[in-house]
């Protein structure tokens, strides 16, 4: 949706009033001209609305705007994150199903611990994506866009210049989670190592980065054994991507990674064939580094900010590499290959050892790199590791405050004896058992920053199917927790 901030729109602009309605609040606190608060309070009345959660009336008045839409929000001790995103969704939804061209929403309730501005904010952003779809290949009716504009009434009245600077920030970081969802979205047929390359460079221009492609010679001469492994199987070329953010005022560097496999099929070691079509979500954390580094650039968030991304394809193939080969990989560590399916670690490697030479306060890589964490932690977080408890304290309020929480677990030594090979320094799997936590582990052998941090995505990045704050694909997830770490430290 097109949003925008105003604490006075034109009524008669808006097609749909919706309005968040928490249980029992029979005349809520609303941020509106006396008339219209009376519509909604007459409204509320009428019907005897009792807000229950997802709870929806739609009723047509005089005057304007003609439809005033309560929606349920449950019980209003209840409010949060989650509660406003289901609301919003549900928003949306109608929106597009009525063709109201224009809508209003206003909410009355502040996330708890947060401000009008914050959550106003949280409100917009998320607004903005209440209509997402990924339609360019829907080629008949379906594919037809159908354009809302959105207003949101921030929940204490506001001036025209602070909702300018909300409005402003809060674009910034919906058109760069929607860029997030695009790049997941695309199928892999489409969106090769080659394309993601060119597609980073084109947000590079577009946002003031600088960017650097390395193709596969360049990858060759930098000795980036790992992803070389990984690519062998594969006819399309692999590519590495450097993003580059540095404002003059910046203290601190922070480096990010993000794994860039464009499809997943598993190689020799293949994965079944049932959802294999999902493993084209495989470079949604290079997605999520170049959201995040397109949104640091536009906000100019004062912090230097680099972004690493190995990119290839995992395919079988008479080339591909094999379980039992032993790898150099760029830091001259060998590792021994028990399943080409752990080939996440493989390409992340050789990032976290380039990172290194930016000599980063904080290093911070964004993977869906196994499933097993989804195991352990579903689709309602994210997993976090980290060698610094300070960075990892940072980075779980920054991913709560986005609305997208991660957890921690631990990446101890102790699980090390999970990868020890016989014949070289380490093996690429550990097995079932705490896959995710040898993943991280592995990933560690390669870091030498003191303030290091893996997060894995495999279970946030993108929906199976529809849910009540998501439509089915790819989430954006770690743009704005990003963002927020950034602005924390600037
Ligand atoms: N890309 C997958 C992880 C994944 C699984 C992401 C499900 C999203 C949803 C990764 O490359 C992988 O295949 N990991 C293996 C590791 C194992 C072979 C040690 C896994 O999780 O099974
Ligand atoms: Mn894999
Ligand atoms: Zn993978």
């Given at each position: 949706m097109q949003i925008t901030i105003s604490s006075d729109p034109k009524p008669s602009g808006i097609a749909n009033l919706f309005v968040l309605v928490a249980e029992g609040d029979r005349r809520p606190d609303l941020p509106l001209g006396k008339k219209l608060r009376e519509r909604v309070d007459d409204a509320i009345a009428s019907i005897g609305f009792e807000g229950r959660a997802e709870q929806v009336v739609s009723l047509a008045g005089e005057g304007e705007p003609k439809k005033i839409t309560l929606v349920g929000i449950g019980r209003r001790a209840a409010v949060s994150r989650r509660v406003l995103r289901t609301a919003?969704?549900?928003?949306?939804?109608?929106?597009?199903?009525?063709?109201?061209?224009?809508?209003?929403?206003?909410?009355?309730?502040?996330?708890?611990?947060?401000?009008?501005?914050?959550?106003?904010?949280?409100?917009?952003?998320?607004?903005?994506?209440?209509?997402?779809?990924?339609?360019?290949?829907?080629?008949?009716?379906?594919?037809?866009?159908?354009?809302?504009?959105?207003?949101?009434i921030p929940p204490k009245p506001i001036d025209?210049?602070?909702?300018?600077?909300?409005?402003?920030?809060?674009?910034?970081?919906?058109?760069?989670?929607?860029?997030?969802?695009?790049?997941?979205?695309?199928?892999?047929?489409?969106?090769?190592?080659?394309?993601?390359?060119?597609?980073?460079?084109?947000?590079?221009?577009?946002?003031?980065?600088?960017?650097?492609?390395?193709?596969?010679?360049?990858?060759e001469k930098m000795k980036m054994g790992g992803l070389l492994a990984v690519n062998r199987g594969s006819n399309e070329e692999p590519r590495f991507i450097t993003l580059e953010w540095s404002p003059r005022k910046a203290k601190k560097t922070v480096c990010l990674v993000g794994k860039g496999i464009t499809f997943d099929s598993g190689g020799i070691s293949i994965k079944p064939s049932d959802k294999m079509e999902e493993m084209k979500f495989d470079m949604s954390g290079a997605g999520t580094v170049i959201g995040a580094m397109r949104a640091a650039a536009l906000l100019e968030i004062p912090v230097r900010v680099v972004g690493l991304i190995?990119?290839?394809?995992?395919?079988?193939?008479?080339?591909?590499?094999?379980?039992?080969?032993?790898?150099?990989?760029m830091s001259g560590k060998t590792v021994e290959i028990v399943n080409t399916d752990a080939e996440g670690r493989m390409i992340l490697c050789d990032a976290l050892h380039v990172a290194k030479r930016y000599e980063p306060d904080h290093l911070i890589d964004f993977a869906t790199l196994t499933g097993a964490c989804v195991v352990a932690l579903g689709n309602e977080a994210s997993g976090l590791f980290s060698n610094d408890d300070e960075l990892a304290r940072m980075l779980?309020?920054?991913?709560?405050?986005?609305?997208?929480?991660?957890?921690?677990?631990?990446?101890?030594d102790d699980y090390k004896e999970l990868i020890r090979s016989e014949w070289a320094d380490m093996k690429n799997s550990g097995g079932r058992w705490g896959g995710a936590i040898s993943a991280a582990?592995?990933?560690?052998?390669?870091?030498?920053?003191?303030?290091?941090?893996?997060?894995?995505?495999?279970?946030?990045?993108?929906?199976?199917?529809?849910?009540?704050?998501?439509?089915r694909g790819a989430t954006g997830v770690g743009v704005r927790m990003a963002i927020r770490f950034l602005e924390a430290i600037a």
């Open positions: 919003i969704q549900v928003v949306g939804k109608i929106a597009r199903k009525n063709r109201d061209a224009s809508i209003a929403l206003v909410s009355p309730y502040l996330i708890p611990g947060t401000d009008a501005r914050e959550t106003t904010l949280f409100l917009a952003d998320r607004l903005a994506h209440a209509d997402y779809r990924f339609d360019p290949y829907k080629t008949g009716e379906e594919g037809r866009r159908f354009d809302i504009g959105a207003t949101l025209g210049r602070e909702a300018k600077r909300l409005l402003d920030r809060a674009r910034i970081l919906a058109d760069s989670v929607r860029l997030v969802r695009d790049l997941g979205n695309a199928p892999g047929n489409e969106l090769t190592p080659a394309v993601l390359a060119q597609r980073a460079q084109a947000v590079a221009k577009e946002s003031g980065l600088s960017c650097t492609i390395w193709d596969k010679k360049q990858i190995p990119s290839t394809e995992n395919l079988p193939s008479g080339s591909a590499y094999k379980p039992g080969d032993i790898i150099t990989t779980i309020e920054a991913a709560e405050k986005a609305g997208e929480p991660a957890w921690r677990l631990p990446e101890w582990v592995f990933l560690k052998q390669f870091v030498e920053c003191p303030s290091w941090a893996h997060v894995d995505i495999a279970g946030t990045a993108y929906t199976e199917n529809e849910n009540a704050r998501d439509p």
